[in-house]
């Protein structure tokens, strides 16, 4: 018992080593071209590519290295990992990326509370930190300062917002996102697949992940596709003294980034497990005879 339980922790010890890993690096490229002002959307990607990577080798023969929420419990619905181990895996991954958002706030802490003294978070720089839709780096005019701490001015921000970014289509494209990231994720580890290769896994998710960026997620919903991106620093921010709830006054953190995100990482694994996985087995099949 006591040797399963070492066991146990080792990998939800692994999952907090991988996902400090991810935003480290991640996280640490957008807040430091957002304090710079000098933001570069290629060295972003880039960084967030190789956190991914990086990660998955550190801790992938451990854990698995799901450092993400949403690949965790799109492993249990398909019964690749034991349910016992869905609320662990979260929390460490969430612990982890708050560890990381410490660390930068350690770093660039001095500078932020210069721009924006604690408690309130202008979203730009909240932004660096986690993901907001729409997204303020693109879309400044839509995230007034004076409104963001004034519970009085919400109602303002919302129709504001609301008129040209409705909560479903931020919904729907974290929903697609994760579907799509869940189906590279499973294409390359699942040892029944064609493209299955251990060695070549990281980089084919690491180019997953950053895919969103390359497409449309970045300038929408700033592509979290991962709870843990979002909630960890949001927590860090919070201990360091910010009101991060703020951010919420949609609910986005529920209806953009939390529920569709789960689901579509789930439909995703289920797309994979009952209609490609079947289907390239029959190609397989065909192509023998």
Do not use: C
């Amino acid at each position: 018992m006591s040797v399963v339980l070492k066991g146990s922790l080792w990998r939800y010890f692994a999952e907090f080593v991988g996902t400090f890993i991810l935003i480290l690096f991640g996280d640490g490229a957008v807040v430091a071209s957002t304090l710079t002002s000098q933001p570069s959307f290629g060295f972003i990607m880039v960084s967030w590519g190789f956190g991914v990577v990086l990660a998955i080798y550190a801790v992938g023969p451990i854990s698995g290295a799901h450092i993400n929420p949403n690949v965790t419990l799109a492993f249990a619905v398909t019964k690749r990992i034991k349910w016992v181990d869905v609320i662990p895996y979260i929390v460490f991954q969430i612990l982890g990326a708050a560890a990381a958002a410490g660390v930068l706030l350690a770093w660039w802490g001095g500078v932020i509370t210069r721009i924006d003294p604690p408690p309130f978070l202008y979203a730009n720089i909240g932004a660096a930190f986690f993901t907001q839709y729409p997204e303020p780096g693109f879309w400044p005019q839509y995230w007034p300062k004076k409104y963001l701490p004034n519970v009085s001015g919400a109602g303002i921000l919302y129709s504001q917002v609301n008129q040209v970014f409705p909560l479903w289509k931020g919904a729907f494209a974290e929903a697609l996102m994760t579907f799509l990231l869940l189906l590279i994720v499973l294409a390359v580890t699942d040892p029944d697949s064609p493209f299955y290769s251990q060695s070549l896994a990281p980089w084919a998710i690491g180019i997953g992940y950053v895919m969103p960026f390359l497409l449309f997620e970045a300038q929408l919903t700033g592509g979290m596709i991962n709870e843990a991106r979002s909630w960890g620093p949001m927590l860090a921010l919070y201990l360091f003294g910010y009101r991060t709830g703020a951010f919420n006054f949609r609910g986005e953190y529920f209806y953009v980034y939390g529920i569709p995100d789960f689901i579509g990482g789930i439909l995703g694994a289920l797309f994979w497990d009952y209609v490609l996985k079947p289907y390239l087995r029959f190609v397989k099949n065909i192509n023998k005879k």
